[in-house]
Nanobody
Framework: QVQLVDSGGGLVQAGGSLRVSCAAS????????MGWFRQAPGKDRELIAS????????YLRDSVKGRFTISRENAKNTVYLQMNSLKPEDTAVYYC????????????WGQGTQVTVSS
């Protein structure tokens, strides 16, 4: 079983930066694909970034390309999402998730961390 704890959210002005973190416990996540989702009020949860087990392959949603970076430190059992040039439309609850390399379902979820970008 994997427990994920999201942290690092907050209030930031448009154009600013934040880094959210996802700390795992229970077992190592070194073999898991990790992802960051977000859900804005009244909208569906969407996948915005993912990273494979060793960081060699990443995915970024078009709306965050060039502004967000996903990374991981397996030795610390932690995944990060660096968010730069934030926009008001990035306001959402951000969730970390994990799935097995060959799995199609995201099995484990963090509790979410609120990111609010003011204009």
């Amino acid at each position: 079983q994997v427990q994920l704890v999201d942290s690092g959210g907050g209030l930031v002005q448009a154009g600013g930066s934040l880094r959210v973190s996802c700390a795992a416990s229970g077992r190592t996540i070194s073999s898991y694909t990790m992802g960051w989702f977000r859900q804005a009020p009244g909208k569906d949860r969407e996948l915005i970034a993912s990273i494979n087990w060793n960081g060699g392959s990443t995915y970024l949603r078009d709306s965050v390309k060039g502004r967000f970076t996903i990374s991981r430190e397996n030795a610390k059992n932690t995944v990060y999402l660096q968010m730069n040039s934030l926009k008001p439309e990035d306001t959402a609850v951000y969730y970390c998730a994990a799935r097995g390399t060959l799995a199609t379902m995201w099995n484990y979820w963090g509790q979410g961390t609120q990111v609010t970008v003011s204009s």
